[in-house]
């Protein structure tokens, strides 16, 4: 069975200052077996800041930021038997950067941290330099998705696990496993709230505000669409200026008011055309959405509901024409619809029973936004199943941010040891839908989890 990796991240001063000796023994007791953080000491800080960073993160709060304190960290791991990597996973170091980045992995030598998680080719390359001889783990900055990648660093250094990318599907984890069995892999058993790819994003994260990356894109709604050939928009003299913000206008048309357009009575008091294959493909087309869920920790008009209930009206209107179009595909939509209207019906009873047992709208509103960063608590429990199949899996990175850690923990290595998810575990206000959702959105193999729910 593999074991459950923790993030340490936490400032060493101020509100986010922690009682270490305490803090890693609740994660011990609750089957934490390994550990990794990030390191940003005084001689980086004062003169980078935090937004030039010598690692993957760029705020304070998620950095050891000093010796004594990751020396500290250090010593209590390993007073469990335990192991403690750091991460040098920025993308690059430049020239005047690395000397400090020796400075670093000096002090890791020093104080005996167990190894070392690399995120560029420059710090593998200096490493080897020196005859590093504690542990290496492959970063899941450096984007390895295939085999090839995978044996390069395999070949050319001497290496302790590789971490594959956030992005990587439950399938192409089953092929790059079993395709190095004697490799120790570790894979992420949380999805993250980066929607782009993790090992080719250069935008800075995690400062107060909102990250750049929300900005453009939020519950799968795009909300720009840049056009791909801009530059030669822009160059082209031949258009007016004027002519050129309309091209390159950043609109975007919204499914769910194009569904609702098409189907609406209004259509006909009005006397606009309906287009009954434009409304097929529109709905055919977006048949593997993994938001196509009811979800009953929202209200029922809240714009995803409403948008579930504007789309099963739509299956219904293609059903009830469904002798124009190919067969096969009409089979497609009476299962799609029969799932979504039992999401709809069941989470409405649900949504009823929750107001009525806590006082109504209110107090539901309170309970959602009281949970949030907890909704994920039950959620993942598939895929660790999924990843215990695997004796090269080694580990699987959990991070503790926010979350009911110790509760979460117990669960999974619950759920492991037995090694099935008994019905208990599945409920309406962490829904079965939501769980698809979040699986799918990591690993974006959309049908096999509802396979498996049929077995149970």
């Known amino acids: 069975m593999f074991k459950k990796i923790v993030w340490l991240g936490f400032s060493s001063t101020w509100k986010n200052k922690k009682n270490i000796k305490e803090y890693i023994g609740s994660l011990v007791d609750s089957w934490a077996w390994e550990f990794f953080t990030w390191y940003n000491p005084p001689y980086w800080y004062k003169k980078y800041g935090f937004e030039v ?107 302790n696990k590789i971490i594959l990318s956030r992005e990587v599907t439950l399938k192409e984890i089953e092929n790059l496993v079993t395709s190095f069995p004697d490799t120790r892999f570790e894979v992420f058993g949380e999805w993250d709230f980066c929607r782009y790819n993790n090992g080719l994003c250069y935008a800075e994260h995690k400062y107060w505000a909102k990250d750049i990356c929300t900005v453009v894109v939020n519950d799968l709604v795009f909300k720009k669409r840049y056009n791909p050939d801009f530059k030669s928009v822009i160059l082209d003299e031949s258009i007016s200026n004027q002519e050129k913000v309309e091209s390159l206008s950043d609109s975007y048309q919204n499914l769910f008011e194009k569904i609702e357009e098409l189907t609406s009575p209004l259509s006909d008091i009005l006397a606009v055309s309906t287009d009954s294959n434009e409304l097929f493909n529109l709905i055919y087309n977006a048949r593997n959405r993994v938001d196509l869920f009811f979800d009953a920790m929202k209200p029922i008009n809240s714009e995803h509901n409403t948008n579930i209930i504007i789309f099963l009206k739509g299956l219904k209107s293609i059903l009830e024409n469904g002798e124009k179009y190919d067969t096969k595909k009409i089979e497609e939509i009476q299962k799609l619809y029969d799932e979504m209207h039992r999401s709809v019906s069941t989470g409405i009873l649900k949504l009823k029973d929750s107001m009525k047992n806590m006082g109504w709208l209110p107090k539901l509103r309170a309970k959602e936004l009281a949970g949030f960063y907890a909704k994920g608590d039950n959620l993942n429990l598939y895929s660790y199943l999924f990843f215990s199949q695997f004796k090269n899996i080694d580990t699987v990175k959990f991070p503790t941010r926010w979350r009911n850690y110790s509760e979460k923990i117990q669960l999974i290595e619950k759920v492991l040891q037995a090694n099935n998810v008994w019905k208990d575990l599945i409920n309406r206000d962490i829904s079965i839908e939501r769980t698809h959702y979040d699986l799918s959105y990591i690993f974006w193999d959309k049908l096999w989890f509802r396979k498996l729910l049929k077995e149970l």
């Not at 209590?76 to 170091?93: I, T």
């Not at 998705?145 to 001497?158: C, D, H, P, R, V």
């Open 53 to 159: 960073s010598p690692n993957g993160r760029f705020a304070e709060h998620e950095q050891i930021t000093d010796i004594d304190t990751l020396k500290e960290i250090c010593r209590e791991v390993q007073s469990h038997g335990l192991e403690l990597f750091v991460n040098l996973n920025a993308w690059y170091y430049t020239d005047e950067t690395f000397p400090l980045i020796q400075k670093m992995v000096e002090e890791f030598i020093e104080i005996g941290v167990d190894g070392i998680i690399c995120g560029n080719v420059e710090i593998l390359e200096y490493l080897k330099s020196i005859n590093y001889k504690w542990k290496l783990n492959i970063s899941t900055i450096l984007a390895l998705y295939n085999s090839e990648a995978i044996k390069f660093f395999l070949e050319n250094y001497t290496i």
